[in-house]
T-cell receptor, first 109, second 115 residues
Framework: EDQVTQSPEALRLQEGESSSLNCSYT??????LFWYRQDPGKGPEFLFTLYSAGEEKEKERLKATLTKKESFLHITAPKPEDSATYLC??????????FGSGTKLNVKP | KAGVTQTPRYLIKTRGQQVTLSCSPISGHRSVSWYQQTPGQGLQFLFEYFSETQRNKGNFPGRFSGRQFSNSRSEMNVSTLELGDSALYLC??????????????FGNGTRLTVT
């Protein structure tokens, strides 16, 4: 079965301290990899889709990259409002989505 | 464009009862899928419906069922509730055509508590 592993489970940063979140996956056939942000008590909010190795997407302070085995979500100069749980999901050839357990990010002012 | 709407937001039920959750997808989206989210297990796929037909199913017991109506709205039913069914139930819609631009768009979920 397809698997998605995210690390670290939790990350505490000071405001302005850049870092990266990791999502590694094993999948029978990758149709797409998605990043979501989830705030407490809310559903996941779509951030990016990546389709092929070497692809990159950016949005404000976030940048997602994809290789054949993993994806990174780089956060540049984070702010307290970036605090959330970041989820990674893979979409396989059987049209199924598999989610990682997430990285809980806490940015201190 | 209105997002995915789930009702109710909160439910408290007793063991042995049954419950029905409702989801209205984004206008034009034909695929609706359901997920269970718990602190220990994360997001787990329940099932997906496309044009009123169940297209995929996760590894949940038969107590969990769903359906989709002709207007793409979907309902999920859980019978004979157990304490372990307490979770956030999330509905997601997508264009679902299998094309590339089909990310899942989630509602804010129904928080089910079983006592």
């Amino acid at each position: 079965e397809d698997q998605v592993t995210q690390s670290p489970e939790a990350l505490r940063l000071q405001e302005g301290e850049s870092s990266s979140l990791n999502c590694s996956y094993t999948v029978s056939g990758l149709r797409g990899l998605f990043w979501y942000r989830q705030d407490p008590g809310k559903g996941p909010e779509f951030l990016f889709t990546l389709y092929s190795a070497g692809e990159e997407k950016e949005k404000e302070r976030l940048k997602a990259t994809l290789t054949k085995k993993e994806s990174f979500l780089h956060i540049t100069a984070p702010k307290p409002e970036d605090s959330a749980t970041y989820l990674c999901a893979v979409w396989d050839n059987f049209n199924k989505f598999y989610f990682g357990s997430g990285t809980k990010l806490n940015v201190k002012p | 464009k209105a997002g995915v709407t789930q009702t109710p937001r909160y439910l408290i039920k007793t063991r042995g009862q049954q419950v029905t959750l409702s989801c209205s997808p984004i206008s034009g989206h034909r695929s609706v899928s359901w997920y269970q989210q718990t602190p220990g297990q994360g997001l787990q796929f329940l099932f997906e419906y496309f044009s009123e037909t169940q297209r995929n199913k996760g590894n949940f017991p038969g107590r969990f069922s769903g359906r989709q109506f002709s207007n793409s709205r979907s309902e999920m039913n859980v019978s004979t509730l157990e304490l372990g069914d307490s979770a956030l139930y999330l509905c997601a819609s997508s264009a679902g055509t299998g094309g590339r631009n089909s990310p899942l768009h989630f509602g804010n979920g129904t928080r089910l508590t079983v006592t």
